[in-house]
């Protein structure tokens, strides 16, 4: 890419910003991905652009909203599970094998972190790729659960439509009447994505074991998330109130912008790479014990 002198500015000031801290605590969110082709919910502003997800509560006491959620994303699962990390997924699986990164704290549900190679994330949202049984607690695959609603609805296999956030598809005009849901194949239950819908409470044990990593760090990096939702915002809070420093590396406004002391602009799935490999030549880390270099 032909960097402008914005672009380069903001290189140099994260750059900065990251010298002399050897554990960083990372949160991730939608921005992050877009560049894998996986579309996010709200524009600059942090304001929605299209309609907000389904409710939890929607979801367990509707079942038109089950069989419209279902049928969507049966849609929807094909372009997102061929989704691949980017540079900037890449680059931070490099940095964190290199020591640098307490914790990579993720808000996407799309698995493109461990897919670039991380180890140790925290999945705050959960998991797209896994469905579980609300009443018996069985597991399964998202994979294996296509497969038995495409058996169920064959006529549904040809239908395509724009992809939408978190495996979403737009299908506005298709006959969501007719398709046929999925339930537990052993206690007849329903089935939901383990990933937490707007309106249900993120585990409680994610949320502590992040809060212990914040605490260790020495600086929290926002990348590509506007922490519009609370359940991410709460760790800028967090590390505002222990005096932990907070940089921003996202296009747009974030809820966050008056906490941090660095906000970067630039798109973190260019800038992030760009900052990182600068930084693998000759990159010291203040802790002794932590890696000299990023890999």
Known sequence: MNAT?????????????LEGRARVFVLTGA???TSSGIPDY????????????????????????????????FVGWPMFSEARPNAAHHALAGWQRAGGVS????????????????????????????????QCDYREARASVQATMAAANPGWTTHVAMAAPDGDADLEHADIASFRI??????GGLLKPDVVFFGENVPLPRVQAAQRALERSDGMLVVGSSLMVYSGYRFARMANAAGIEIAIATRGATRADDLASLKCHADCTAL???????????????????????A
């Open 42 to 73: 709200r524009d600059l502003d942090g304001s929605w652009k299209r309609k907000p997800p389904v409710t939890y509560q929607a979801f367990i006491g509707e079942a038109a909203t089950r069989q419209r959620y279902w049928a969507r994303s």
């Open 272 to 294: 992030v790479p760009a900052v990182l490999g600068a930084r693998a030549g000759g990159h010291r880390a203040a802790d002794p014990g932590a890696a000299t270099s990023l």
């Open 5 to 17: 002198p914005e672009f380069t500015e903001d290189v140099e000031a994260l750059s900065q910003w």
């Open 182 to 187: 999925p339930d537990c194949p052993v206690c």
């Open 31 to 33: 921005g992050c991905s």
């Open 103 to 134: 914790m990579l704290l993720t808000q996407n549900v799309d698995g493109l972190h461990q897919k670039a190679g991380s180890i140790d994330v925290i999945d705050l949202h959960g998991r797209l790729d896994e469905v579980r049984c609300l």
